[in-house]
């Protein structure tokens, strides 16, 4: 078993955005050269998700209402409450949609290739920016030769 590890970083420019890193994670891939095995991604913050699905701007902007319908900005949250909470930036609707999405994947490695589907890709939400993000990239792959 090899195991082999980076972190890399994604700048972002608004509240909340959705970056395609479907061809950033396989270019981090390729230069590891692995075969066979699978790859974890972790966001390493609590107001951001990772997911897959497919990156068009119409379902893009229908994740964007689902969000908003499910979880209100201002909606009374402790988190936003200084009797409560020591956190100054208001973001308590971030950190609840963080939970809807998830913050981690993983994607099995054939032949060299990420197994995704035709219309799938790896999907970073950014829910509290804007901000610099940093995301673990795991590999755990089969030992070659």
Same mark, same amino acid.
């Given at each position: 078993?090899?195991?082999?590890?980076?972190?890399?970083?994604?700048?972002?420019?608004?509240?909340?955005?959705?970056?395609?890193?479907? $061809?950033?994670? =396989?270019?981090?891939?390729?230069?590891? $050269?692995? $075969?066979?095995?699978?790859?974890?991604?972790?966001?390493?913050?609590?107001?951001?998700?990772?997911?897959?699905?497919?990156?068009?701007?119409?379902?893009?902007?229908?994740?964007?209402?689902?969000?908003?319908?499910?979880?209100?900005?201002?909606?009374?949250?402790?988190?936003?409450?200084?009797?409560?909470?020591?956190?100054?930036?208001?973001?308590?609707?971030?950190?609840?949609?963080?939970?809807?999405?998830?913050?981690?994947?993983?994607?099995?490695?054939?032949?060299?290739?990420?197994?995704?589907?035709?219309?799938?890709?790896?999907?970073?939400?950014?829910?509290?920016?804007? =901000?610099? =993000?940093?995301?673990?990239?795991?590999?755990?792959?089969? $030992?070659?030769?």
């Amino acid at each position: 078993m090899v195991i082999r590890h980076e972190t890399f970083t994604v700048a972002t420019e608004d509240r909340l955005q959705f970056m395609d890193l479907t $061809k950033r994670v =396989r270019d981090l891939l390729q230069g590891h $050269k692995i $075969k066979q095995g699978l790859i974890i991604l972790n966001s390493l913050h609590t107001t951001t998700a990772l997911f897959i699905n497919e990156w068009q701007e119409a379902l893009l902007h229908d994740v964007q209402l689902l969000l908003d319908r499910l979880v209100e900005q201002g909606n009374g949250y402790r988190h936003n409450d200084p009797s409560y909470s020591d956190c100054d930036r208001s973001n308590a609707a971030s950190h609840l949609r963080s939970l809807l999405l998830g913050r981690q994947l993983s994607v099995p490695v054939v032949d060299g290739e990420m197994s995704l589907g035709t219309f799938e890709s790896i999907i970073f939400a950014e829910l509290d920016g804007p =901000r610099e =993000r940093q995301i673990q990239l795991q590999i755990l792959a089969a $030992k070659e030769g």
